[in-house]
């Protein structure tokens, strides 16, 4: 049985930081270090997006709205994806979930963790 366990949210003034972890097993994720894994984030009223990537030895890949702010990590070992955020702006306020890289390997999604940026 998959599990998809993501934390670490909460509400920050504008400027802040906040680290999410992901902890996630089952189905694929048994072979966690094989994969290319992703943070996505959800505003409300706005499709999932997908913010960040890492492949299975650490190259990273980010959308160009949280470049040189965010910074994803994995630990291959310990099945964890992090995600880093520094210098916080309104518009990161979101649901961040982590699931699989490539669209076509998406494990079922977890509850995600909710992100507030907001003074």
């Known amino acids: 049985q998959v599990q998809v366990v993501e934390s670490g949210g909460g509400l920050v003034p504008p400027g802040g930081s906040l680290t999410l972890s992901c902890v996630v097993s089952?189905?694929?994720?048994?072979?966690?270090?094989?994969?290319?894994m992703g943070w996505y984030r959800q505003a409300p009223g706005k499709q999932r997006e997908l913010v960040a990537t890492i492949a299975a030895f650490g190259k990273a890949n980010y959308e160009d709205s949280v470049k040189d702010r965010f910074t994803i990590s994995r630990d291959n070992t310990k099945n964890t994806v992090w995600l880093q955020m520094n210098s916080l702006k309104p518009e990161d306020t979101a649901a961040y979930y982590c699931n699989a890289g490539d669209s076509i390997l998406r494990q079922p999604w977890g509850q995600g963790t909710q992100v507030t940026v907001s003074s």
């Open positions: 089952g189905g694929i994720f048994d072979y966690f270090s094989s994969y290319l």
